[in-house]
């Protein structure tokens, strides 16, 4: 087994409020059903599209993520699976795919010192 | 709303549930002082106890164990908010109510203590009013309320009453709880009609819960359900308006409760399929051959009979030969019946019962030997439990002496 962090990019804010609630429930009923399966390593959390940016030795401070919000990353999530064909597998079934976002499936990557 | 906080927070975080509830009660008391109260309070109250805790399970994430089957979905924001939504849903509550039912009837509990805890949790009376229905100290109440609570924390998961193996391996404990919940209301010693009322009342409301869900409605459920509607249909003529108990026969048969009778028996109907008979399947149908006579002499002592020869042969017991006898009592005469409680073997068991005197010295008095009757009555005085069966019992000793003097 091995693990793999699902990087969901592009996330659903437009819509009526029903259809939002629509969108959470296939969200949880997909975590239901990897969380049977032993999937998650951990469930991670979504993450808010503001906040700071620290960059380069002077550490510069800069509002937001800055990026189009097809690449906005909207939360991630550590996944357990045989290999990346696999783990490619699982991402299908997440719900953000139906509201035009994208999972960006990648191995954790272990260190050799 | 403790059975949905408690299915977050886990069995073992039940003091945390209860605190959640009392502190929503709490923050109502203050701001409806100076707002009002609300359109619909007790949404306010759901939405108050859920906001609280989605505030406790963000602040406590990685410090405590919450219930260990939604703990993935707690653990994360994806899924948080929408399972404390999908929790308090009114279709959820039913089926936490459910779970907690069951996890209440814990098998290392003793019947007693289940009963307790279903009141104190399900029905949320108060340990004064356990202990004023069950006759008991409050501090004893208390007592066996805290130590059945360690039992249950000891399971951290609740009972997953929605897993079909499980649930029909506890129904029959949670069938009994109910069946002694209404009992103790329907024959329970307290004093307070009020509270009385109120156990039968809180057991059918249980019961129907079970029945409407698909895996608690099986015929055992149903005979249940009609057992407690065929008995309570006769609760209005139980009492007469000085709140005096007042015997089957004397009952005012017009008082009794139509609508429930009917529902009585077809649920009774609907207990009637496989192949387990039980005893509230007997004891329903005793209640609808009472239920199905207009007067006193219409019911078919015969059929009575019978259905108690057939509970002696399920459940044999004191109590239950004692009924049998009186019906025999009314069906061939009151020596026949006196016969028959002769020969009860166990009736030292009945001593306490004041009703086993007072079924003596029934029979006495109507065979007419009023001074027999009267001791027999005189002893059940002795014994009555409240002031109720004490002015009953009063009266009938009146009705010797005036049978004496003839």
Not at chain 2, 290 to 294: E, G, K, L, S
């Given at each position: 087994?091995?693990e ?6 592009g ?9 939002m609630?629509k ?10 059903e990897i969380?049977a399966k032993g999937q998650i390593?951990d469930p991670g959390?979504p993450l808010a599209p503001?906040?700071q ?6 550490k ?12 906005l990353?909207?939360?991630y999530m550590l996944?357990?699976a045989k290999d990346?064909?696999h783990?490619?597998?699982i991402?299908?079934?997440c719900p953000i795919?139906?509201a ?14 | 709303m403790v059975?949905?906080?408690t ?10 549930a209860?605190?959640?509830?009392q502190?929503a009660f ?9 707002r009002?109260?609300?359109?619909n ?7 108050t ?8 399970l963000r602040?406590?994430?990685t ?11 707690l653990?994360?924001e994806w ?6 939504e999908e929790?308090?849903a009114p ?5 936490n109510?459910?779970r ?6 814990h ?8 009963v307790?805890?279903?009141?104190h949790i399900?029905?949320?009376?108060s ?5 004023s229905?069950?006759?008991?100290a409050h ?16 399971s951290?998961?609740?009972?997953d009453a929605?897993?079909?193996a499980q649930?029909s391996?506890?129904?029959?404990a949670?069938?009994?709880?109910l ?11 307290s004093a307070e009609t009020?509270?009385r009322m ?5 057991a ?11 895996i608690g409605?099986?015929?055992?459920t149903y005979?249940l359900?009609?057992l407690m509607s065929l008995h ?9 308006a000085?709140?005096n ?7 005012d ?8 009778a ?6 009774l ?16 149908a005793?209640?609808?051959v ?5 007067r006193m002499?219409d ?6 009979v019978s259905l108690?020869?057939t509970?002696?042969?399920?459940r044999?017991?004191?109590i ?5 006898a009186?019906?025999i009592?009314?069906n ?11 020969s009860?073997?166990?009736a030292?068991?009945l ?6 005197s007072?079924?003596l ?7 007419g030997?009023?001074e027999t009757?009267r001791e ?5 005085l002795?014994l009555?439990r409240n002031?109720m069966?004490?002015?009953f019992f009063?009266?009938?000793i009146?009705?010797c002496e005036?049978?004496g003097?003839q």
């Open positions: 087994m091995s793999f962090t699902f990087l969901f990019r996330r659903a804010t437009s819509g009526s409020p029903e259809e609630q969108h959470m429930e296939k969200w949880v009923a997909w975590f239901k969380s390593k959390h503001t906040g940016t620290v960059t380069g030795k002077q510069i401070i800069t509002d937001g993520p800055y990026v189009e919000a097809k690449d990353v909207g939360g996944v357990e990346l064909a783990a490619v597998e991402s299908k079934g795919l139906e035009g976002g994208a999972v960006e499936v990648r191995p954790i990557e272990q260190l050799t010192l | 059975a949905a906080l299915r977050v927070f886990g069995v073992h975080n039940l003091a945390l209860e605190d959640v509830v502190d709490c923050r109502a008391v203050e701001v409806w002082k100076f009002g109260v609300p359109e309070p007790s949404a306010w109250l759901m939405a106890a859920k906001h609280r805790a989605l505030d406790i602040r406590q994430r410090a405590r164990i919450f219930a260990p089957e939604l703990e993935r979905l653990e994360s899924t948080l908010a929408p399972v404390i929790v308090f279709g959820a509550i039913k089926d109510l459910l907690m039912m069951f996890s209440c009837c098998p290392r509990l003793p019947e007693a203590a289940q307790a805890l279903v009141l399900l029905c949320g009376v340990v004064s009013e356990i202990a229905a069950f006759v008991s501090a004893a109440i208390e007592k066996r309320i805290t130590r059945a609570k360690k039992v249950l924390a000891t951290k998961s609740l009972f929605l897993d079909p649930f391996a506890r129904l029959p949670v069938h009994r709880a069946y002694l919940l209404f009992n103790e209301g329907y024959h329970g010693a009020v509270v109120e156990l039968c009342r809180e059918m409301r249980l019961t129907a819960v079970l029945l409407d869900h698909p409605t099986t015929p055992v005979a359900a009609a309570a249909a006769r609760l209005p003529a139980r009492v007469d000085a709140g108990l007042v015997a089957l026969c004397d009952q048969r017009s008082r009794w409760d139509q609508e429930l009917v529902e009585g028996m077809k649920l109907e609907l207990s009637a399929t496989g192949s387990e008979l039980t005893e509230y399947h007997i004891e329903a005793i209640a609808s009472h239920a199905r006579a207009p002499d019911t078919d002592w015969e059929k009575v108690y020869d509970l002696m042969t399920i044999p017991s004191p239950v030969a004692l009924n049998r009186i019906a009592a009314q061939k005469g009151p020596e026949r019946g006196l016969e028959e409680i002769g009860i073997t166990d030292d068991r001593a306490k019962y004041p009703f086993y007072a079924a010295g029934e029979l006495e008095l109507r065979r030997s009023h009757a027999h009555f005189g002893a059940a002795a009555a002031p069966e004490r002015r009063d009266q009938r009146g009705a005036r049978g003097a």
